[in-house]
């Protein structure tokens, strides 16, 4: 990163000062002093256009950010460019599934309709990728949410820096973001080669394990950027859960897999002709420690166990990042044979686009026969959704929910393949899939 600037040095244009001065209304005033204050923080030279917006200021986390939006919209914030909107606090489609107070659901609400009155997309999802329009090659665009942050540059190769609350909805409304980081093109080589060649084709081809792949890549390389040599090719569901994992364990916000990743056609190429700093081989042993740091449950079996263990399964928690149309079909064929049993919650959050999904195919009625809860707008890690008291053990095939599930939802967590987690739903008690692991 380059040295820091003082406001006072930011290169600004014309229509940047006008903002500034007043010209364009007391809030964008307000997002463009900001705006400023954080160029210069960042060590940025100049500011630079976007071209669409992903917010992540419209999840309640405390008074601050009602109070932050409300001031906004009292100073008529319009966004200038196309924003979607992140997870909010409640599912609005089914407001019975919060059970958080009556003062938590007032302010996680009127949070949320300030950012619709300030003129943002309401698609509610962490996965504003699985949505369209969606951000192209080379696009510079201001997302927020950390697995979308590393989707948009990663899969998609648009480019933003990492943005959070405040900051993103001011590069909204002034459509204007830093000229820093991963918006430049010389700060997106990779620096650590993530070297899988070594380990049987099955495991790289299974795509359960880029969870715990994408975990193992942010503990070692923290906030620089990974190359993955030797990946399989992997669908979109695949990349999104690799990255999502690695942006949860490390500051990952942007990976490159040579011949999958639109930057990565080559290793040369991803490493920007440069040697890289770190050179890292990947065996069968690395994958098991990344599973094992995906679970805290005590006692929990070692992946590769076979069978039923003697630990029993409260909760299955799916969709972190929201569960596409894809893992739904997948999904519902392993409930219809193997349905929850009656004392495992299990709860799927999702879009509003794969809803419409399911309704329109009659899956979703077919899911809540066999006892499992879809949630849209929100999620379980962020909102009171879970009915289940804290406190047992909860079980995902999701890396995300399992980094944070056991700080926010007080739950031990248990990392499985999706037909792990149906089958310990099942019968209650955690299972192993023997043919898993070659």
């Known amino acids: 990163m380059a040295a820091a600037n003082t406001p006072e040095t930011v290169e600004l244009t ?27 923080v960042y060590g940025a030279e100049r500011l630079l256009d976007i071209e669409g917006a992903h917010i992540d200021g419209c999840l309640y986390h405390g008074d601050s950010g009602v109070d932050f939006a409300e001031l906004l919209v009292a100073g008529g914030a319009r966004v200038s460019v196309p924003t979607t909107l992140n997870v909010g606090g409640l599912d609005l489609l089914h407001p019975e ?50 697995n979308a942050i590393v989707f948009a540059n ?8 990492r943005y959070g609350d405040f900051i993103d909805i001011c590069a909204a409304i002034t459509g204007r973001a830093p000229a820093v980081g991963l918006h430049l093109e010389e700060n997106r080589r990779a620096q650590v080669v993530f070297d899988l060649r070594s380990l049987p084709h099955a495991l790289r081809s299974a ?25 399989e090719r992997v669908d979109e569901d695949g990349l999104k859960a690799l990255g999502a994992a690695a942006a949860s364990s490390g500051a990952v916000a942007l990976f490159h897999a040579v011949g999958i990743t639109p ?46 263990v003697e630990l029993a399964i409260d909760v ?16 519902m064929p392993l409930v219809e044979r193997h349905p929850p049993a009656g004392g495992v919650e299990f709860v799927v959050c999702t879009n509003r686009l794969s809803l419409g999904e399911l309704e329109r195919t009659g899956k979703l009625e077919q899911l809540r026969a ?15 959704i879970l009915r289940t008291p804290a406190g047992g053990v909860l079980m995902t095939n999701s890396g995300k ?13 248990v990392f499985g393949s999706l037909a792990e987690c149906v089958r310990s739903a099942h019968g209650g008690r955690l299972w192993r899939d023997p043919e898993l692991w070659p």
């Not at 302010?107 to 509610?124: D, F, N, Q, S, V």
Request: contains cysteine; glycine residues 10%.
């Open 370 to 384: 066999h006892g499992v809860r879809v949630v849209v707008d929100t999620c379980v890690v962020v909102a009171p």
């Open 207 to 231: 795509s359960w394990l880029l969870p715990a792949i994408g975990y193992l890549v942010g503990e070692r390389c923290g906030n620089r950027i990974p190359v993955l040599l030797g990946l």
């Open 263 to 308: 930057e990565a056609p080559t290793l040369e190429a991803a490493l920007g002709r440069a040697e890289p700093e770190e050179w890292i081989e990947v065996g069968v042993s690395d994958l098991r420690d990344g599973l094992r740091s995906l679970s805290t449950a005590p006692g929990e079996a070692e992946a590769g166990a076979a069978g039923s």
């Open 97 to 146: 599934e919060f059970a958080g107070t009556a003062e938590r659901r007032a302010k996680a609400l009127r949070l949320m309709e300030c950012y619709e009155e300030m003129g943002c997309r309401t698609i509610w999802t962490c996965a504003p990728y699985q949505t369209t329009p969606r951000p192209a090659f080379g696009q510079q665009v201001a997302w927020a949410e950390s």
């Open 316 to 331: 299955v928690a799916l969709g972190s990042p929201h569960f596409s149309p894809r893992e739904f079909a997948e999904l």
């Open 401 to 413: 929910f399992a980094h944070y599930a056991p700080g926010n939802v007080g739950f031990d967590v």
């Open 14 to 40: 014309e229509r940047d000062r006008a903002m500034l001065e007043g010209d364009f209304g007391e809030a964008a005033a307000v997002a463009m002093r900001i705006l400023v204050t954080m160029a210069g």
């Open 154 to 161: 990663s899969v998609l190769g648009a480019r933003t820096h």
